[in-house]
């Protein structure tokens, strides 16, 4: 997760789109509208969204293109 803090362009959470990279302390995510986020949970659960991107604190979004 660290890696991706520092690609593509960095983006405000107030003009976050669908597809930028929402980084987390030691967890990323997309952004797929809407307020959520899609991402990987466990060997469980897969890919799943069921979360709002403000869940936890956002270290950074970036957009790749």
């Known amino acids: 997760s660290a890696t991706l803090r520092s690609v593509g362009q960095p983006v405000s959470v107030e003009n976050i789109q669908v597809g930028d990279i929402v980084c987390y302390q030691g967890h990323v995510a997309l952004y797929s509208g809407n307020g959520m986020i899609i991402e990987a949970m466990d060997s469980d659960h897969g890919i ?16 790749v293109i």
């Open 48 to 63: 799943v969204e069921m979360r709002r991107f403000d869940c936890k604190p956002i270290l950074a979004i970036r957009r």
